[in-house]
């Protein structure tokens, strides 16, 4: 018998190919929704059926609770998969399946209320004993800003308590910059998530981004699979992943997963998430930042050290089973990277790049997992993210996996619109990347120059 007949994918693109596969694999049928723009995707084609669910622009698709799981109740679907991003990490969208008889494959909407606050977040982190970056709860007004940045000490951090994605953050460097940053952050947040509220922390200049992937069932199971380091960003967005964390040494890594386990039982956490810290290296020590209540984009870098399927689990966790692994079954070997290619031209300042794929050739070797949505031919559109594939490679250690994901990008054959590739090759060249020097804001400050 299969977990559920029927599973409904709310989602686009290479996670949408994602979990249609790991339904084949359990034995599910997939239903697709598909805007307009995209119903000759990829996951379309290979879905068992595929529905439309609105106009081009995600507002008038991807975005609608109520005509998603209408669509997936009428097309006898008994669960929905967000995916990442869109709804994902919508209380009221996980209410709305749960009212009609849906099953959302994720966690509890309380569940996503907490840890989608920030500041609830902190709090729980900190009832858990898990330390946080130095910082403040809710800040009603500038004065207080003024006083709590006076204490915390310059520089510092503003943050959306209901942000994500680097939208409504805004580095103060002094006092004299605080008011209009504080306006600037809450308006980009207000429009971003419906909601301007702040909260400060210390702004660490040379951080590293440490996240550790956990898994709880409905048995009250928690486990963790190691972490992962997403340090090579650029304006708060991930460009390489890799793990295990090149930096950390065990006393630490031993540390940060029990935190993280601690947090994951005290939020009462089923289904897959991510808990993130920063890491400090002046100090050697690391600080909880907040907990994503979803699969992750880098999610295959877990995989590939731990051989576990992720997504495969959430579906399991979701139908009542209880994890398919115990934490003694967790033995991260052997190291692997995952690079992010995007319709961008790095040159001109990552200048999105939709069009048609003249060329798509990925690279096809042992040890190169290719996750895309693209074909040749395929019309990279211009309203979604601009992300094409995933290039996730995995060696014996952490140079042979570098040494493997340049080939592996120097071998991807892309004609018809630019991409990040050579950009990602800059940076995997470098020798500050190979040295595992890079932080937050390597890339920002300008260490890699783009070629024009």
């Not at 898990?130 to 709860?137: E, F, K, L, M």
């Not at 190691?226 to 992943?241: A, M, P, V, Y």
Request: with cysteine; aromatic share 6%; glycine share 8%.
């Amino acid at each position: 018998m299969p977990l559920f007949k029927r599973l409904f994918v709310a989602n686009r693109g290479e996670i949408a190919v994602r979990i249609v596969g790991a339904c084949e694999r359990l034995g599910i049928e997939s239903v697709v929704a598909v805007s307009d723009a995209d119903r000759d995707t990829l996951a379309a084609r290979i879905a068992t059926s595929a529905v439309c669910i609105g106009p081009a622009p995600a507002m008038q698709s991807y975005l609608r609770p109520e005509t998603l799981v209408a669509a997936a109740v009428g097309t006898g679907c008994q669960a929905i998969h967000p995916g990442y991003g869109f709804l994902s990490e919508r209380a009221g969208f996980a209410r709305l399946c749960a009212e009609a008889g849906i099953v959302f494959v994720g966690p509890s909407p309380e569940a996503i209320e907490a840890m989608g606050d920030k500041i609830t977040a902190v709090r729980l982190a900190e009832e858990a004993g898990v330390a946080r970056v130095p910082g403040t709860g809710r800040l009603d007004d500038v004065a207080a800003a003024r006083a709590a940045a006076a204490r915390v000490g310059y520089p510092v951090l503003l943050k959306a308590t209901a942000g994500g994605g680097g939208r409504g953050m805004r580095v103060v460097a002094a006092e004299r910059e605080l008011a209009a940053a504080m306006e600037a952050a809450s308006s980009e947040a207000k429009a971003a998530f419906g909601d301007g509220t702040l909260y400060m922390e210390k702004f660490l200049r040379h951080a590293r981004h440490i996240e550790v992937q956990v898994l709880g069932d409905t048995q009250g199971n928690i486990v963790h699979l190691g972490e992962r380091d997403c340090s090579t960003q650029r304006r708060h967005q991930k460009l390489i992943e890799e793990a295990p964390s090149p930096i950390l040494d065990a006393v630490l890594r031993e540390r940060l997963c029990e935190s993280a386990l601690r947090l994951a039982r005290r939020a009462g956490y089923r289904s897959a998430g991510t808990i993130e810290f920063v890491y400090d290296e002046a100090a050697n020590d690391a600080y909880f930042l907040e907990m994503n209540t979803r699969i992750q984009v880098e999610h295959p870098v877990t995989e590939e050290v731990t051989g576990q399927d992720l997504v495969a689990e959430q579906i399991r966790i979701a139908a009542g089973e209880p994890i398919s692994f115990a934490q003694n079954d967790v033995h991260p070997t052997g190291h692997a990277i995952e690079c992010r290619i995007n319709a961008e031209d790095a040159a001109r300042g990552f200048m999105p790049s939709p069009g048609r794929l003249e060329r798509w050739a990925p690279p096809a070797a042992p040890d190169i997992r290719v996750e895309s949505h693209c074909y040749p031919g395929y019309v990279v559109p211009p309203y979604y993210d601009s992300l094409l594939a995933k290039v996730i490679v995995r060696g014996a250690d952490r140079n042979a996996a570098i040494d493997r994901m340049i080939e592996a990008l120097n071998g991807f054959e892309v004609a018809g619109v630019a991409t990040t590739i050579p950009f990602q090759l800059q940076v995997l060249r470098h020798d500050d990347f190979r040295a595992a020097r890079v932080h937050t804001r390597w890339v920002d400050d300008g260490v890699v120059k783009v070629a024009a």
